[in-house]
T-cell receptor, first 115, second 116 residues
Framework: GESVGLHLPTLSVQEGDNSIINCAYS??????FIWYKQESGKGPQFIID?????DKRQGQRVTVLLNKTVKHLSLQIAATQPGDSAVYFC??????????????FGTGTRLTIIP | GAGVSQSPRYKVAKRGQDVALRCDPI?????LFWYQQALGQGPEFLTY????????KSGLPSDRFFAERPEGSVSTLKIQRTQQEDSAVYLC??????????????FGPGTRLTVL
């Protein structure tokens, strides 16, 4: 959903359960997508990425799904732990005439793990 | 190895003051990015360097914002005549391989700027 000011979408999950965070991206020409985790007072930390020629990619406890038809990304975190509490952003690479890799970030979702 | 570092971590400025924010990228990283993150929002692109060349400054919000990377390593983001709307966290990121869309961008901790 949309966020306005401080009102990030939030998700609360019991420790040990799985969580799914969703993201809608904007540009059908984007070909690279990344999930970042941002803890309070820190910069975004890379979690996992996926190219547009894939629809699923797995990492350690994390899986990213890409649905290009509806321009939708999701991040699945298995067996959540207290350290997973953070704000999660999806980002897309739109590129430019310069061929640089500037990223466009989504709104963000605040994930809270309940002990 | 060391990650991206930024200084100062916090800066309070009176409206109208000039500020300078520093970024030390990961050693050997060719690409350097500045982003602005308002409270409760995702980072927004400001500008991009490849070595010392500023190849994209399309995200700079006004001509009060200026960035440089004279020797292709450390970068400085300068904001002149700061306004309250400049209050945000300024993030620096670096990546190793220019032109490679899948090259991971590593972010620093950011500088939180508060303009009173």
């Amino acid at each position: 959903g949309e966020s306005v000011g401080l009102h990030l979408p939030t998700l609360s999950v019991q420790e040990g359960d799985n969580s799914i965070i969703n993201c809608a991206y904007s540009n059908s020409a984007s070909d690279y997508f990344i999930w970042y985790k941002q803890e309070s007072g820190k910069g975004p930390q890379f979690i996992i990425d996926i190219r547009s020629n894939m629809d699923k990619r797995q990492g350690q406890r994390v899986t990213v799904l890409l649905n290009k038809t509806v321009k939708h990304l999701s991040l699945q975190i298995a067996a959540t732990q207290p350290g997973d509490s953070a704000v999660y952003f999806c980002a897309e690479n739109i590129g430019s005439n310069f061929g640089n890799e500037k990223l466009t970030f989504g709104t963000g979702t605040r994930l809270t793990i309940i002990p | 190895g060391a990650g991206v570092s930024q200084s100062p971590r916090y800066k309070v400025a009176k409206r109208g003051q000039d500020v300078a924010l520093r970024c030390d990228p990961i050693s050997g990283h060719v690409s350097l990015f500045w982003y602005q993150q308002a409270l409760g929002q995702g980072p927004e692109f400001l500008t991009y360097f490849q070595n010392e060349a500023q190849l994209d400054k399309s995200g700079l919000p006004s001509d009060r914002f200026f960035a440089e990377r004279p020797e292709g390593s450390v970068s400085t983001l300068k904001i002149q005549r700061t306004q309250q709307e400049d209050s945000a966290v300024y993030l620096c990121a670096s990546s190793h391989t220019p032109g490679l869309a899948t090259d991971t961008q590593y972010f620093g901790p950011g500088t939180r700027l508060t303009v009173l």
